[in-house]
Nanobody
């Protein structure tokens, strides 16, 4: 069993900042790419940012320059620092991770339960 546990989120005014964290635990041998997705009410889930185990990052265009994803490989944890938040950043933020449970190239995708971020105007 692998669990992704998210923390952080909450309610903030537009222009404010919030931080999220996500830790992979359980039967984890190796964690490859980790990332954050979000889903706004009535909309499809969308990519926010990803980070490889080597630290390479990728961001959605609408968060570039405002959000920063980082990672602590020793803790199998990723962070998302969100600055200059806008009402359109509101949604449920989900952590995802590609996890190998044994040595070898194969991984499984796991998702966290989601954490709510609400940005008021």
């Amino acid at each position: 069993q692998v669990q992704l546990v998210e923390s952080g989120g909450g309610l903030v005014q537009a222009g404010g900042s919030l931080g999220l964290s996500c830790t992979a635990s359980g039967s984890v041998f190796r964690v490859d790419v980790m990332g954050w997705y979000r889903q706004a009410p009535g909309k499809q889930r969308e990519l926010v940012a990803t980070i490889t185990s080597g630290g390479s990052t990728d961001y959605a265009d609408n968060v570039k320059g405002r959000f920063t994803i980082s990672r602590d490989n020793s803790m199998n944890t990723i962070y998302l620092q969100m600055n200059s938040l806008k009402p359109e950043d509101t949604g449920v933020y989900f952590c995802t991770a590609e996890v190998a449970i044994v040595a070898g190239p194969f991984t499984f995708d796991y998702w966290g339960q989601g954490t709510q971020v609400t940005v008021s105007s």
